[in-house]
């Protein structure tokens, strides 16, 4: 009897530590981010071989114990191009989720909270931003300031921006009329007060899981106009530039597949974090 009430006891306690865990796809997810962030913050301790230099005498080589991900036309490990490269990627990826961040949260503060003419005048700057595809925005931008992966990263930023004063905005408005913020202002409390000590707090999660989101969008896109040539030249190893430097090789399929796989990977292991964060929030 004493071992099915204990038994009966630590059933609730077993499930309830089950469902506290994160699936198993975002655990991994996780390990992928993290395997990234570490490739950015220290290549040289995953490759011993240079991004830059190679050796001729085995170029084009296919995937081998030696080089995970073959060599490239000049002998160069592609590996290790791969892991150097991801520096440019991930830190141009989080200036464009910043820009878009703080740019776009104070225009969805500021239209949200304040209303009136100064909604009207910063809803219309946001429709404007929304009517423009961001992919075509980001390419009139980095043409203008030129043909730089910061530039990218830059023009990849303001092409965000919409989104993130569109959502700050819808969050402010349902935030602001709540019973808790007009108690702030019964008990003394100014606008500032109010906006700053439980409007924004309240406010900021939904936008946080969308920079998330827009953080896996980025690299997606910044690879893409590294793609087309609107990033960094050679021997740079951005990971858009990689794929565009192997698709003349059609006869090492390896210098295209590699770095794509990482791209995708990376990009939906963020997906997958983001969709999360939005349950559990």
């Not at 106009?225 to 740079?236: I, K, N, V």
């Amino acid at each position: 009897m004493t071992a099915l009430l204990t038994e009966i006891g630590t059933e609730p306690t077993q499930r309830k530590l089950t469902d506290s865990l994160p699936p198993v796809t975002v655990i991994l997810s996780f390990a992928v981010v993290l395997l990234v962030i570490l490739w950015s913050l220290a290549p040289g301790i995953f490759t011993h071989y240079s991004p830059v230099t190679g050796d001729t005498a085995s170029k084009l080589a296919a995937p081998s114990a030696a080089h995970w991900f073959g060599t490239d036309y000049l002998g160069r490990d592609q590996y290790a191009r791969v892991v150097y490269g991801t520096a440019s990627s991930v830190t141009s990826a989080l200036v464009a989720v910043l820009i878009g961040l703080v740019v776009g949260s104070i225009i969805g503060l500021a239209a949200g909270f304040r209303g009136g003419w100064t909604d009207s005048i910063l809803g219309r700057l946001v429709d404007v931003l929304l009517a423009i595809p961001g992919f075509l925005l980001a390419v009139v931008i980095v043409s203008s300031l030129g043909f730089q992966t910061i530039n990218a990263a830059i023009a990849t930023g303001v092409s965000a921006v919409a989104v993130f004063a569109r959502l700050m905005r819808a969050e402010v408005m349902r935030v602001r009329g709540a019973i808790y913020v007009e108690a702030s202002y019964l008990e003394g409390g100014n606008r500032l007060h109010a906006l700053l000590g439980h409007i924004l707090p309240n406010a900021y999660r939904s936008v946080l899981v969308l920079a998330v989101l827009q953080f896996g969008t980025s690299i997606l896109i910044i690879a893409s106009l590294a793609f087309l040539g609107y990033g960094d030249p050679p021997p740079a190893s951005d990971w858009g530039l990689l794929v565009a430097s192997g698709k003349t090789y059609v006869t090492a399929p390896w210098l295209v597949y590699a770095p794509a796989l990482v791209i995708v990977i990376t990009v939906l292991s963020v997906n997958r974090i983001s969709r999360w964060l939005r349950k559990a929030k």
